[in-house]
């Protein structure tokens, strides 16, 4: 065959292909839509006999019948569709065109078995191909076919048995039990279609203020107290039902009563969330358990929801102090109260009522407490937290709570854990300062690298030094000066202020030449290498120092247990039992704080000196916990043997940390103690000195005065009685002044100048001008200074009424009424220098060079305090005491050379006076030291064994970088061999980078 002719025959072939696959879908659509009639109908006439249960047989019988109609209904629907294959596919054109359809078969039958011409067939074919290109397949098979009697009445049967299965309860019922066959649950009850039109009726809780509410669906969400008005309509007849659903003691079973329009209905409470379970019982007796899942939420009503603003941190308080708390409580419903809760150091919990609300949804409010109106000590914890409730009347009032705040109360174990920080935070300074000069060394290069280096490294070195002013001016106040003296760090400052101006000078307009710079950063390094090793040393000490006054404390806390614990045994109170757990929960807290500093120690203590792990502080907590288990019990003689085990214990840790605290003074500030101790009786024996000298001065001026007074005769004591009433005059001028306007450092002031007129007065009354005119002069300053101060205060602070404007004009009166006090007796008093013999010029000569002696030897004095024997001065402000009473010497040696007996016992006192001061407060010092870890058992009693240093396990391994640097700078306080001290400073220099 052509290939023309071949191309023609399979044209035709698909051509009739399409045709025949067109037909083919409408009327498998029109067989479908016929089954799906036939088969509806079968089920909803099942549904209707089968009722709400159906057996596994019965079932088998109605979907068999389903399984019959649906196929006769396909057989009836695709009876069109045979033989339209092959050449049978023409046989569709043959009501549109008979003639195309015998040409088409007949080509296609020509095609496959030809009997002809060859030219003939392919011609024909050709023709055949030209007619069907022409013919649309949708001519051929409309889809009108669909609209044909049988499929639409197969549709029609379809959506009838819909409506029957939505508008009869029965066959919907059966339905259900045909597409569920035997379905049972638990106990045998058969799962059917029960219930439809099923509502709930909400009534919420009267305190919610909420209108009812009607639910439709298988979910019920309720807040909890909500009641629920629950009903259905059953689909079949029945007898009996119930609800069941889950409640806060188990399953809940609530019977549904009939009603109107054949409802059933029931009435329940939400308490908690769980599924809801419809049971009936039909009139066959058979039980029967709703198929649809139903549940119960239940909503909690929410706790109200409390912010705290203040403060934002917990804090460190001073007991009398208030402190500011700002709280912001919500609540979707509604508020009904705010409470302040303070969890006290005993975990008793104070309330106090803030607000109360009958209609509140937001507050914002505020309040003040402090540690004191809860009746907190110092070094006590308390915690503190807002509470709000609401008006839930349901399940009892919602409780929201904030954030807890701590609020320590400041103590001197609180300042003295500020003071180590502080003093850390210098000598990490101070390392950071080295560190930095260290690692940068002074550049040879060109001007800008020397003036970058020098920005660099004059950064930390000044935060080093403001840091040391800080702790200079308040970090070592808690210690009370038995560390150290705060006058040293100020000089330590200084003279690091000094090398860093030498080095500026260096770094001026013009770059200094580089022998220069690096000899003034050498000086620079040099002082910070001795202050971090005296700060090194003084942390140390402040450590030990620390941790023995703890163990003081805790010494205290057990004498107060012990006094508690007797009164108990006396006569027993829940007063006194609460007030000796109190004192146990402080006693823990020092023991934790205890624990804590001993943990910090054994960074900056070798151990050598002390040994955290064999210091008996495990022993003493055991022993306070059996005490507090013995006290809680009501063993009060089990409690009194746990306290003789804790005094013990608590007495070898103070002697352990007492005699650490001794060892390491003595090794680190062995030179500076001694050198104290030789200042101290420098001091003494000066101050001996000052004091005859001024004895005997003021000898000669009594003799003086009194023959004076006898050459005088009566005018002297009209004079004097005269100027008794003018002082008289001039306190009750002073008086005048309205006490309610002085501040305190007034009020001082004041009370000191009326005292003083008080004396001159008395003075005056005895005749003696001398210690009148003395009384006098200080009674001036005290008043000068007092009417300039609150001159001052009157310029800002008027006052009320102008209270304080009138105490300062009162006050500049009276001042003018004391100056002229001092002028009328110093008219008074005759020059005593004519009234001395030769006995007394000579001795007043003499004395004039034991003063310049004295002189001498309190300016050496003042020289010794100026001394660093570690690296640091011994103390600049003792320095600076005795400088001031060297000056009041040259003033009493010039005196006694000029032959004045009154200026000369005047400065000699005043001399005196000043190194007595420095003298008490240097042993007062020294004393606090000696006694700053407390040595529990006595003198002569040695301290144990746990002393000894200890090795422990694995310290060696770990070189954190303090540990690193401690050790570092323990080995530069070691000496090196002689002609190597450069060498090994440059090694530890190196290390230190």
Do not use: C
């Not at 000669?700 to 006898?710: C, G």
């Amino acid at each position: 065959m052509p290939t023309a002719a071949r191309t023609a025959e399979s044209r035709v072939r698909s051509r009739l292909g399409r045709l025949r696959r067109r037909a083919r879908l409408l009327h498998g659509l029109r067989a479908s839509w016929l089954a799906l009639g036939a088969g509806a109908a079968v089920f909803g006439a099942a549904s209707l006999l089968a009722g709400p249960v159906a057996g596994w047989v019965g079932a088998a019988f109605a979907w068999a019948g389903v399984a019959i109609a649906v196929g006769l209904a396909l057989w009836v629907g695709l009876r069109p569709t045979r033989g339209l294959g092959g050449a049978g596919a023409a046989r569709l054109l043959a009501e549109r065109d008979p003639q195309l359809a015998s040409m088409a078969r007949s080509a296609v039958e020509l095609a496959r078995t030809p009997s002809g011409a060859p030219e003939l067939i392919a011609a024909h074919l050709a023709e055949v191909d030209r007619r069907l290109g022409s013919v649309r397949p949708a001519d051929v098979a409309p889809w009108r076919w669909l609209r044909a009697p049988s499929p639409l009445a197969g549709l029609a049967f379809a959506l009838a048995v819909l409506g029957l299965l939505a508008l009869s309860d029965r066959a919907s019922s059966g339905a259900f039990a045909l597409l569920h066959p035997g379905a049972r649950v638990d106990g045998g009850v058969h799962l059917a279609d029960v219930a439809t039109d099923v509502r709930a009726e909400l009534r919420f809780p009267s305190y919610m203020q909420r209108a009812p509410k009607t639910l439709e669906g298988a979910l019920i969400e309720a807040p909890v107290g909500t009641t629920v008005e629950w009903s259905m309509r059953p689909r079949l007849d029945i007898v009996q039902a119930s609800l069941a659903l889950e409640g806060p003691e188990g399953t809940e079973r609530v019977r549904l009563q009939p009603g109107e329009g054949g409802r059933w209905s029931g009435r329940f409470v939400v308490r908690a969330s769980g599924p809801l379970e419809l049971q009936v019982r039909d009139l066959e007796g058979r039980d029967l358990r709703d198929a649809t899942r139903r549940s119960l939420r239940a909503i909690a009503d929410r706790a109200p929801r409390v912010t705290l603003r203040e403060p934002t941190q917990d804090l460190l308080v001073e007991l009398p102090d208030p402190v500011l708390l700002r709280f912001e409580a919500e609540d979707d419903i509604g508020l009904a109260a705010i409470e302040l809760v303070i969890e006290t150091a005993t975990g008793e919990q104070l309330r106090r009522p803030l607000e109360s609300f009958d209609e509140a949804l937001l507050h914002d409010g505020f309040t003040r407490i402090s540690a004191a109106e809860v009746g907190a000590r110092a070094g006590d914890t308390l915690k503190l937290w807002i509470e709000a409730t609401d008006h839930d009347d349901v399940g009892g009032p919602n409780v929201g709570s904030s954030e807890k705040r701590q609020l320590t109360v400041a103590s001197e174990s609180t300042r003295r854990a500020e003071a180590l920080a502080g003093l850390e935070q210098v000598l990490d300074g101070a390392l950071n300062a080295l560190a930095d000069r260290l690692e940068m060394p002074v550049p040879e290069g060109p001007e800008p690298a020397a003036r970058t280096r020098r920005e660099r490294v004059l950064e930390s070195s000044q935060s080093y030094a403001d840091q040391l002013e800080g702790v200079a001016e308040l970090g070592l106040a808690a210690f009370g000066g038995a560390t150290a003296d705060p006058s040293v760090l100020r000089a330590m400052r200084r003279r690091l202020g000094r090398v860093l101006a030498s080095e500026g000078r260096t770094h001026g307009r013009s770059l200094g030449a580089y022998p220069r710079r690096v000899r003034a950063d050498a000086d620079v390094v040099e002082a910070l290498e001795d202050q971090a090793l005296f700060l090194a040393d003084l942390l140390g000490r402040a450590r030990l120092d620390d941790a023995a006054a703890i163990a003081r404390e805790l010494e205290g806390l057990r004498r107060e247990m012990a006094s508690l614990l007797a009164e108990l045994r006396r006569a027993e109170s829940e007063e006194a039992r609460e007030a000796l757990l109190g004192a146990l929960a402080r006693a823990r807290a020092r023991m934790r704080e205890l624990s804590q500093r001993l943990a910090a120690m054994s960074e900056d203590v070798p151990g050598e000196f002390v040994n955290a792990d064999a210091l008996p502080q495990e022993e003493a907590a055991d022993a306070l916990s059996q005490l507090q288990e013995a006290v809680e019990r009501g063993d009060l003689e089990a409690a009194e043997r746990h306290l003789l085990d804790l005094e013990r214990e608590i007495d070898a840790l103070a002697r352990a940390l007492g005699g650490a605290e001794q060892e390491f003074a003595e090794a680190r500030f062995g030179p500076r103690e001694r050198a104290m101790a030789e200042a101290l009786d420098r001091l003494a024996g000066l101050e001996a000195e000052q004091r005859s000298l001024g004895e005997r001065s003021e000898a000669v001026r009594r003799e003086a005065a009194q023959r004076a007074l006898e050459a005088a005769g009566g005018e002297a004591g009209e004079a004097a009685q005269q100027l008794a009433e003018q002082a008289a005059a001039a306190r009750e001028a002073l008086e005048e002044i309205p006490e309610d306007a002085l501040g305190p450092m007034d009020a001082e002031a004041f009370e000191r100048a009326r005292q003083r007129l008080v004396d001159a007065e008395d003075a005056l009354g005895a005749g003696d001008l001398g210690e009148a005119r003395r009384m006098a002069q200080a009674a001036r300053e005290d008043a000068a200074q007092l009417a300039r101060d609150l001159e001052l205060s009157a310029l800002m602070f008027p006052g009320r009424q102008g209270q304080v404007s009138r105490a300062a004009r009162e006050a500049r009166a009276a001042s003018e009424e004391v100056r002229q006090l001092g002028g009328a007796l110093d008219r008074a008093i005759p020059r005593l220098s004519d009234f001395m013999e030769g006995a007394q010029r000579e001795q007043l000569t003499e004395d004039a060079e034991r003063q310049r002696a004295a002189e001498e030897a309190a300016r050496s004095l003042e020289e010794a305090f100026q001394d660093e024997p570690d690296g640091a001065p011994l103390s600049p402000e003792a320095a600076e005491a005795v400088g001031e009473a060297r000056q009041a010497m040259g003033e009493a040696r010039e005196a006694l050379e000029s032959g004045e007996p009154v200026d000369a016992s005047q400065a000699q006192n005043d001399a005196a006076r000043k190194l007595t001061e420095l003298r008490e407060r240097l042993e007062r010092q020294q004393q606090d030291q000696q006694s700053g870890g407390g040595s529990g058992g006595g003198e002569g009693q040695a301290a144990p064994d746990f002393r000894q240093r200890v090795e422990i396990p694995g310290a060696e391994n770990d070189e954190g970088p303090r540990a690193l640097r401690r050790r570092l700078l323990d080995a530069m306080r070691e000496g090196a061999p002689r002609g190597y001290e450069d060498a090994v400073r440059r090694y530890y220099e190196e290390l230190l980078r």
